[in-house]
T-cell receptor
Framework: SQQGEEDPQALSIQEGENATMNCSYKTSINNLQWYRQNSGRGLVHLILIRSNEREKHSGRLRVTLDTSKKSSSLLITASRAADTASYFCATIYQGGKLIFGQGTELSVKP | EPEVTQTPSHQVTQMGQEVILRCVPISNHLYFYWYRQILGQKVEFLVSFYNNEISEKSEIFDDQFSVERPDGSNFTLKIRSTKLEDSAMYFC???????????FGPGTRLTVT
């Protein structure tokens, strides 16, 4: 089974708009993490939300977690062209490994 | 700010050759990981390493793969006899505690010809 499936697969918005990406997972989790990847580059950790948390903020990022629906969302407010990247959610599986979804490719047009 | 580093950034090798990918995790981190990403696909877990031994490995991590922490700073991934399908970006990651944030290196692009 797959963990951390994101939707939409691709999202194109104008600078200044908000971008919302969703993630669903299948098994129970201890925490869920969001990462960003610029084209051809490494993964940058954005935010970790624990299973007993419902919402977390970091700058222009807002992450929510609904464990009853096994889903999470990442909201980027007031997007900038520099936010253009792929965004992945990842769930921690036993042993500490991260299971990544396919990601959402975000394009922010100036 | 401390970061995970990886060398080389790009490695080209012929099928059947051995490659060693190197990583220097963040110095106070205890948990180490290798992941790979085939072009256009999702990031896949390969192996986790703690206390000088493998904690977990995926189905991808077969007998052709091995990991080592030869000294206090380096963490290596060896592919004994590369195949065309091993071509991918290989990412090293480390974390301070079990289940915590994992910090990724910039990756090594491996091309097998």
């Amino acid at each position: 089974s797959q963990q951390g499936e994101e939707d939409p697969q691709a999202l194109s918005i104008q600078e200044g708009e908000n971008a919302t990406m969703n993630c669903s997972y299948k098994t129970s989790i201890n925490n869920l993490q969001w990462y960003r990847q610029n084209s051809g580059r490494g993964l940058v950790h954005l935010i970790l939300i624990r299973s007993n948390e419902r919402e977390k903020h970091s700058g222009r990022l807002r992450v929510t977690l609904d464990t009853s629906k096994k889903s999470s969302s990442l909201l980027i407010t007031a997007s900038r062209a520099a936010d253009t990247a792929s965004y992945f959610c990842a769930t921690i599986y036993q042993g500490g490994k991260l299971i990544f979804g396919q990601g959402t490719e975000l394009s922010v047009k100036p | 700010e401390p970061e995970v580093t990886q060398t080389p950034s790009h490695q080209v090798t012929q099928m059947g050759q051995e490659v060693i990918l190197r990583c220097v995790p963040i110095s106070n981190h205890l948990y180490f990981y290798w992941y790979r990403q085939i072009l256009g696909q999702k990031v896949e877990f390969l192996v986790s390493f703690y206390n000088n031994e493998i904690s977990e490995k995926s189905e991808i991590f077969d007998d052709q793969f091995s990991v080592e922490r030869p000294d206090g700073s380096n963490f290596t991934l060896k592919i004994r006899s590369t195949k065309l399908e091993d071509s991918a970006m290989y990412f090293c990651a480390s974390s301070e505690r079990h289940g915590g944030e994992q910090y990724f290196g910039p990756g090594t692009r491996l091309t097998v010809t």
